[in-house]
Nanobody, 125 residues
Framework: QVQLVESGGGLVQAGGSLRLSCAASGRTFSSTAMGWFRQAPGKEREFVAAVSWSGSNTYYADSVKGRFTISRDNAKNTVYLQMNSLKPEDTAVYYC??????????????????WGQGTQVTVSS
């Protein structure tokens, strides 16, 4: 089990930036794959970005490629999502999630066993 706590959400104007953080505890973070997902009002949850357990591979949704960057700091047991050039359509609750898979590939949602409580990101036009 991994406990996850997100932070860093807020209100920002279009074109601005935010950095989300997700602090993990309860399991060796360095052997845990991490992902970011989001859910906008009235919409299904969608994948945003992920980093493999080794940190060797990162994955992004097409809608955020070139604007968002996922990174991990194993010394701090934290995964980050740097979000630049934000758009109103990025408005959503953002969740981080942990997977115990060692596969170096884009993991499906159901392979993420633990989820944080979410942090709200609102982008105004």
């Amino acid at each position: 089990q991994v406990q996850l706590v997100e932070s860093g959400g807020g209100l920002v104007q279009a074109g601005g930036s935010l950095r989300l953080s997700c602090a993990a505890s309860g399991r060796t973070f360095s052997s845990t794959a991490m992902g970011w997902f989001r859910q906008a009002p009235g919409k299904e949850r969608e994948f945003v970005a992920a980093v493999s357990w080794s940190g060797s591979n990162t994955y992004y949704a097409d809608s955020v490629k070139g604007r968002f960057t996922i990174s991990r700091d194993n010394a701090k047991n934290t995964v980050y999502l740097q979000m630049n050039s934000l758009k109103p359509e990025d408005t959503a609750v953002y969740y981080c999630a942990a997977s115990f898979s060692y596969r170096e590939t884009l993991l499906p949602d159901y392979e993420y066993a633990n989820w944080g409580q979410g942090t709200q990101v609102t982008v105004s036009s």
